[in-house]
C-alpha cells in the first residue's frame, strides 16, 4: 500500500477512536464548591415588577412595586430591589413604603424593608423614616425595632422603634420618646 495512503488511513482511525472515547460532557455530579455557587444563585428573576392583591370580597388590598425581584430557591424567598409597597383598606385609607433593598417571605407573608425605609399614611401625610422594618400582610402590621422618625407637618418625633396597625390606622411607639411640636397659626 503507498505510504500516503497508509497516513490517510492511519489519520482516519485515530479520528474515529478519538470521536468514540472522547466524551466532552461535565461530570453528573458537581464538586461541592460548584453546587454552592449554583444554589446562591436566583432560581428566576424578575425586572418591572407589579402585583397585585386582593382580599377574599375582591377589594384590593395591596400593591407592591420593584425595579427587580430575584427569588431563591432556599428559604422559600425573593430578594427585592428598590419596593415600593401600597397598602389599601376597604374604607379607602392607603399607606405607602419605599426602601432600597427588600426581602419577600414567602411562607411566612412577611415583607422586610431595608435601608432608606418611608411608611406613610396618605391620607394624613404622616411619614416614617427608618433603617429596618417589617411589615406583615397577614395581619396589616408594620413593624421597626430601629430608630424611627415620625414627620407630619413641622413636627417631630423621634423614638426606638414603632409598631403601626395599618388597618386600624394606629401608631404606637417604643421608648425614649422625643417631639417637637410646632403650634399651628
Do not use: C
Amino acid at each position: 500500500m503507498p505510504r500516503p495512503t497508509l497516513q490517510i488511513l492511519l489519520a482516519l482511525t485515530i479520528l474515529l477512536a478519538a470521536t468514540y472515547y472522547w466524551n466532552p460532557r461535565t461530570a453528573s455530579t458537581a464538586d461541592v464548591a460548584t453546587s454552592e455557587r449554583h444554589e446562591a444563585l436566583p432560581l428566576t428573576y424578575i425586572e418591572g415588577v407589579r402585583t397585585w392583591a386582593f382580599d377574599e370580597q375582591g377589594y384590593l388590598s395591596d400593591i407592591l412595586e420593584a425595579e427587580r425581584v430575584d427569588r431563591f430557591r432556599e428559604g422559600n424567598y425573593s430578594m427585592i430591589m428598590n419596593p415600593k409597597f401600597y397598602s389599601h383598606s376597604a374604607d379607602g385609607k392607603t399607606w405607602s413604603a419605599s426602601a432600597t433593598r427588600g426581602r419577600w417571605e414567602h411562607k411566612h407573608e412577611r415583607l422586610l424593608l431595608r435601608k432608606n425605609v418611608v411608611l406613610s399614611h396618605d391620607q394624613t401625610g404622616t411619614r416614617m423614616n427608618t433603617h429596618l422594618m417589617d411589615i406583615f400582610l397577614d395581619t396589616q402590621i408594620a413593624e421597626s425595632n430601629r430608630q424611627v422618625t415620625i414627620t407630619q407637618g413641622k413636627n417631630q418625633t423621634v423614638a426606638d422603634g414603632m409598631v403601626a396597625n395599618l388597618e386600624n390606622e394606629t401608631i404606637s411607639l417604643k421608648p425614649n420618646v422625643e417631639s417637637i411640636y410646632v403650634p399651628s397659626p
